[in-house]
């Protein structure tokens, strides 16, 4: 949802910020821009269109001269994407340059009052106000003015800021969207993401809301509200710069897809000891555990379907009931959470805006918080009683893969060490479960060698207009994944629909030929999915089943099959979903889409 760079230091910043904002490219993509301070003042290009567009208009950032510097990628939310209303934005005597990320929700009333003032705006953007109104309460002393302009607007933000009356300075602040700081030796940083700053630095302060920081080429200070310095605790990032590279593939989708069997073993090992799973992370006392009536999961896209696979899973194993929401609409629902309700947060990124608040929902509600996060020190980490991090590394494609297949794995092992802790299940199961958790790395990396099945289906159905999938149980849970996947790169219709339930009004749809994936990966519920697959053959549809390797009954139904390994019938998604991503990545590619920057997406929603 919009990508943050910017730089100060000796070496020319324009070239820097261009490469930087490719990386972060992923945000947000339709128009981008940055704003370099050199002798004439401060220098803005801006433009619609991609980072490539900016580029390629800037000779690669070798036009623009100066080495202080900010830079933007634009996901619009206020203002259609154009030049004009692209990032950054100036006030009108010229003297601050802005870049944002977030919304200021009062920007209208604010605008007004400026306008009243005499101020003349010249975009559609939320954003403009924040460059006017540093200029309004601008009386010599920048932080000051920054603490005034704060004070004044509500609604989430990251900012870059920079000033023609101090050459020296980068200035950024942050409520409720992420900023980091990178430490470089004569040298600073900020960015949205790691993966901009990555080939500078390795030592990285992540911002906590409502602090500023004033950055100069040799040191960085963090100011909080009341203009007082405080301390901060840099990390060193130790990841491998190539995990933030598409390293031969030709797409970061394929390149996670493949990843996933490593990223699995990397989240599900470091919590098996001696064959129990520990999970002290949770941050929860066996009595709390105990104390629980009810598991509420709040989340967002698909990892709100990880959520709706979860509730199947701990359902079944710890016995306790799962509800599981839609972040958006859990905020506004009077949602009846309390101290005996646990709430889990599931979120990539760890800062998308609904999960965010939802979170702090129920906190507000006595509701005790964990989360399952993959950024490590993001908001919703930060702001949780106990944090489980999915070790899946950095996720560059919009669509996620591998950290979906994170967030599975690590909801697997909470339901076992729920079910564990509430003496659910004996010692026989437990280490069952936990056997066939370990298995899953070794099945997924088989369920990846049966890519030219799954390429022949696409080539057959690249042209389609619509695609359902439907299954039954945890099958259904997965479809919605199967679904979303395949729509938001590819661009072809798709719903998802509890194969049971398609005869109460969907089926209408279908026609001669439509595709439809029937899930069937559940062994007791096999014969009537199959039945459900049967009725819109009979109407034409032409099916692509999904089930497990031996399972010739299903050829009966379907005219093509997707076979995938056996395992634990509870963990199937797992391995159900490899096909299903890789059906949606070659279709979309046989189609020729954008298939890690998908029209219309971002890759982390910090908007409401
Ligand atoms: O970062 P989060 O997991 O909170 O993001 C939630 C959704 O925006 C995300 O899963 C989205 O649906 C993906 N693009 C789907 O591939």
Known sequence: MCGIVGYIGNEQAAPFLLDGLKKLEYRGYDSAGIAVYNDSGIDVEKVKGRIKVLSDMLQGGTRVKGSLG????RWATHGKPSDINSHPHMSETGNFAVVHNGIIENHMKLKNHLQELGKSFVSDTDTEVVAHLLDHFYKGDILDAIIKVINMVEGSYALGIICKDDPDTLYAVRKDNPLIIGLGKHENFIASDIPAILEKTRDIY????????????????????????????????????????????????????????????????????????????????????????????????????????????????????????????FRYRDPLVDETSLVIAISQSGETADTLEALREAKR?????????????????????????????????????????????????????????????????????????????????????????VQYVASRHFNAKSIFFIGRNIDYALSLEGSLKL????????????????????????????????????????DKTMSNAVEVKTRGACILGLTTEGNEKINDVADHVFYVPEAEELFMPSLAVIPLQLFAYYIALMKNCDIDNPRNLAKSVTVE
């Open 70 to 73: 900010i830079g933007h990628t």
């Open 206 to 329: 992540r911002m906590q809301d409502n602090e500023i920081a004033e950055i100069k080429r040799e040191s960085v200070t963090v100011y909080n509200m009341a203009k007082e310095v405080i301390p901060f605790e840099p990390y060193h990032v130790n990841w491998d710069i190539g995990a933030a590279e598409k390293g031969g593939y030709e797409h970061f989708m394929l390149k996670e897809i493949m990843e996933q069997p490593k990223a699995i073993q990397d989240t599900i090992s470091p919590r098996i000891k001696n064959g129990k799973i520990v999970l002290d992370e949770m941050n929860l006392t066996p009595e709390e555990l105990n104390r629980f009536q009810k598991i509420v999961i709040v989340a967002c896209g698909s990892s709100y379907h990880v959520g709706v696979v979860s509730k199947y899973v701990i359902e079944k194993l710890a016995r306790i009931p799962v509800e599981v929401d839609l972040a958006s609409e």
């Open 487 to 526: 729509k938001e790169i590819s661009y072809i219709h798709s719903e998802a629909y509890a194969a049971g339930e398609l005869k109460h009004g969907t089926i209408s749809l279908i026609e001669d030929g439509t595709l439809v994936v029937a899930l069937a990966t559940c062994k007791k519920l096999f």
């Open 365 to 453: 509600r006595g509701a005790k918080v964990i989360s399952v996060v993959n950024v490590v020190g993001s908001s919703i980490a930060m702001e949780s009683d106990g944090v489980l991090y999915t070790w899946a590394g950095p996720e560059i494609s919009v669509a996620t893969t591998k950290a979906y297949s994170t967030q599975l794995a690590m909801l697997y092992m909470i339901a076992i060490y729920l079910a564990k802790q509430r003496n659910r299940i004996d010692d026989a199961a437990y280490d069952h479960y936990v056997s066939e958790l370990q298995r899953l790395p070794s099945l997924v990396e088989q369920a990846l060698q049966n890519k030219e099945v």
